[in-house]
């Protein structure tokens, strides 16, 4: 089992920041790429960011230079840094592992960036 276990998100005005983290299962997080997704619409996610085992980031077009995803290993945990946040990133953000047998979902923690 995966096991997301996800913390942060909240309130933020313009220009702020916030932290997302998710804790991964050890066997899944030291052998598959995890990412970031937001939620758009009712039955679609948008990815936001991506990094594989060995470290290697993606970032969707719209986040590149704001947004950072790390891993830390000690703790198996992907950490995604968003700084200056704009309106339209507002949006329930998850965490997600897809493995050869199962698609894994954070529950979701929700981004509120308003004045």
């Known amino acids: 089992q995966a096991q997301l276990v996800k913390s942060g998100g909240g309130l933020v005005q313009p220009g702020g920041s916030l932290r997302l983290s998710c804790v991964v299962a050890k066997n899944i997080f030291d052998k598959y790429a995890i990412g970031w997704y937001r939620r758009i619409s009712e039955t679609q996610h948008e990815p936001v960011a991506m990094i594989g085992p060995n470290g290697h980031e993606g970032y969707d077009g719209a986040v590149k230079s704001r947004f950072t995803i790390t891993r830390d290993n000690a703790k198996n945990t992907i950490i995604l840094q968003m700084n200056n946040l704009k309106p339209e990133d507002k949006a329930r953000y998850y965490c997600?592992?897809?493995?050869?047998?199962?698609?894994?979902w954070g529950q979701g923690t929700p981004v509120t960036v308003s004045s």
């Open positions: 997600n592992v897809v493995t050869p047998l199962n698609n894994y």
